[in-house]
């Protein structure tokens, strides 16, 4: 559930403006490290940050704000959402702070905060930190003694690099595989394409430049035509893309053809299960994921759970039900055997795996289902609660009416952005573009 700060993925919006200020990010670390006192040892943050030029501004402020209130301040400089999650809990640390807007373009940022046992934040957490983040602190600040120390760590990313080998059969290698890897001129510029080289792959980069403004312009997962062609260019056996954090991934197979989280989801999950690694006869996913994916997993013996949006919310559900594959139709890939949140690298190392054991084309390997017709609309808009206005809740009874029985309707809110996501899938492609259409229309009308 969105707070006042929080939305489905911590506190983002565009840098330098309300709610993602210095002064902001200042109040919510003395916030949060003053929730997660616990006793009197001497807590301790470890923050990493994407590439953004706004991450130093707020990397400064909240080292402030932590320092203020007598936390010790471990800081990675650019790495992976992940690795924060995992050296949260590596370093023993009481909380990680993962400063990044993940797919948004430059000019956003974010705050995500992981708990001492690297999972996302609950809503009731969240909570007790947005109601501290208004309040006067000064009665609460650490004594001039007592104030937290700051320092830049090194070996951070060699550690992840490791962490994330490990996550293969022993002896397991890419030898022979020719990879291009697009980092989106993001946080995992570094990390990703030495994990690939290190395991034998032939590695070509692309979106590995970053220089604070160019982070996931028309690279990265949601940018993937550059990827693609270089792919076919060089005659690639496989593309991976990974977002401005790193925590979500899609792959470009030999043909330059684009591979979802759905169908990733789809191939892990097989291979678990082949293996006896599948913790549960099912996989995680949201209301997003194709009908295609769960009719799939029906047809192998499987279950498709599916969570609210976002992947802190997969990762609950894995959690409560003892799954160990989840994730999302974007490329949020959670396998809770090695990590607690989405892992781009480890998702795609996975597949590689798969591909270089069956020795076959990632065309093959990876097309697990043929996807139902479905169709995402995303219309922005500027206030108000556009969901709530009669002509668009007419419009969407009318198409779940059409809909009934062969199809399905998810409109909702983005969490991160101002937007109406309109999103149906339906056996009959046609009429799904009918009913998008006019919801779509009928939400237009009033966001204006």
Avoid at 216 to 223: E, I, M, V, Y
Wanted: hydrophobic fraction near 40%.
């Amino acid at each position: 559930m969105a707070g006042k700060y929080f939305g489905t993925d911590g506190i983002r919006g565009r840098a330098n403006r309300w709610p993602i200020t210095p002064d902001l990010a200042m109040r919510v670390a003395m916030s949060v490290g003053l929730v997660f006192q616990r006793g009197r040892h001497r807590h301790r943050v470890v923050i990493g940050k994407d590439t953004r030029l706004s991450g130093y501004m707020i990397e400064t402020a909240m080292v402030a704000g932590f320092t203020a209130v007598g936390v010790d301040v471990f800081m990675t400089g650019p790495i992976p959402t992940p690795a924060v999650a995992m050296l949260t809990r590596s370093l023993r640390c009481d909380f990680g702070v993962m400063i990044s807007a993940s797919h948004n373009p430059y000019e956003d940022n974010g705050i995500k905060i992981f708990g001492p046992d690297g999972y996302k934040l609950s809503d009731e957490i969240e909570a007790e930190i947005e109601a501290l983040v208004d309040q006067d602190l000064g009665s609460r600040l650490a004594g001039s003694a007592d104030l937290g120390r700051a320092k830049r760590i090194d070996g951070v990313h060699d550690r992840y690099i490791e962490f994330a080998k490990r996550t293969l059969p022993r002896n397991q290698s890419l030898a022979g595989l020719k990879v291009v890897i697009d980092c989106g001129n993001g946080a995992a510029y570094r990390v990703a394409p030495e994990a690939l080289w290190e395991l034998g792959a032939e590695v070509h980069r692309i979106g590995t430049e970053p220089d604070g403004f160019n982070i996931n312009l028309d690279c990265g997962s949601t940018a993937p035509l550059a990827l693609q062609k270089k792919v076919v260019e060089i005659g690639a056996d496989i593309g991976i893309a990974l977002d401005g954090d790193a925590d979500r991934v899609i792959i470009v197979d030999e043909k330059g053809h684009l591979v979802d989280g759905d169908q990733l989801m789809a191939l892990v999950a097989e291979s678990f299960a082949e293996d006896g690694r599948l913790a549960r006869r099912g996989v995680v996913a949201t209301v997003m994921s194709n009908l295609g994916l769960e009719r799939h997993l029906a047809g192998l013996g499987l279950e498709l759970v599916r969570a609210k949006v976002g992947d802190r919310y997969v990762v609950e559900q894995m959690r409560a039900g003892g799954y160990n594959v989840g994730g999302e139709q974007s490329g949020h890939i959670v396998l809770s055997d090695y990590g607690t949140t989405g892992d781009g690298l480890i998702a795609a190392l996975q597949v590689l795996s798969v591909v270089q054991r069956q020795g076959r084309s990632v065309s093959e390997v990876c097309h697990r289902f043929e996807p139902v017709p479905q169709i995402l609309e995303n219309i922005r808009f500027s206030g108000g609660r556009p969901l709530d206005a009669a002509p668009v809740i007419a419009a969407i009874a009318a198409g779940e009416k059409r809909l009934a029985g062969i199809g399905r309707l998810v409109i909702r809110p983005s969490g991160t952005e101002p937007l109406i996501r309109v999103m149906g899938e339906a056996d009959d492609g046609v009429l799904l573009r009918d009913v998008v259409d006019d919801i779509v229309g009928a939400v237009r009308k009033v966001a204006g």
